[in-house]
């Protein structure tokens, strides 16, 4: 089974998702991310999605997923890089991300993160 | 097929309907200017709506769908110039624009847009 590599930044971890993932690499990746926070007492969680060209909503969900478990653990989350033709489609299905944080690059991300940091995003 | 332009001003985008959008031409917008934020790394999109006389459900429901994509990719929105039979119409017709930014005309619009850029606003 592959599995997703998690990087750490400072006090934020750093997620790139690369290939079309499936079901199962994605509830790995919830799990891998869930104990980094642990481990690291991260702030953040910025995952970069430039590389996908598609996405369903098995993948939108497991983003809200993701933002929520970081959310419990203590940690903000930005998912950064959608392409406009992913976020057309997101939107068609319905998964418009409303509760998750979302940036157009890594650096706009690693801007937000600081602020939440900072308390000044709720 | 028409085609409506999106202008740049800064790090917002400005789009002006002055045509009673056909489906096709609505579709076409949101792709280019999912497209056009990208592109611009774009901060807001000012949506201006003072030359539409009537709006139906599917105009409404590409307010909202415009505003999520836009957020999703990291821009706010900003309707505005709605005349007040739309906005009735609008609420008639059950779509009351809950989750989209509206403002009285462009210059509120762009001072909502700066505040959202200054994190003032969620």
């Known amino acids: 089974m592959e599995r997703i590599p998690i990087l750490r930044m ?8 690369q290939i079309d993932m499936q079901d199962q690499t994605a509830l790995r990746l919830q799990e891998d991310l869930a104990a980094s926070i642990e481990q690291n007492t991260a702030r953040g969680v ?12 098995f993948i939108g ?3 809200i997923g993701i933002s929520d478990i970081a959310r419990i653990l203590g940690a903000a989350t930005v998912v950064v890089g959608i392409r ?4 057309i489609t ?3 299905l319905g998964l418009p991300l409303s509760g998750v944080r979302t940036a157009l690059n890594v650096e706009r991300g690693m801007a937000l993160l600081d602020k939440a940091q900072r308390g000044e995003l709720r």
């Open 90 to 92: 997101l939107v068609e």
């Open 84 to 87: 406009p033709a992913v976020a």
């Open 46 to 57: 910025l995952i970069d999605v430039s590389a996908l060209e598609m996405v369903d909503s």
């Open 61 to 63: 969900r497991m983003f």
């Open 10 to 17: 400072g006090s934020y971890l750093l997620v790139t998702i």
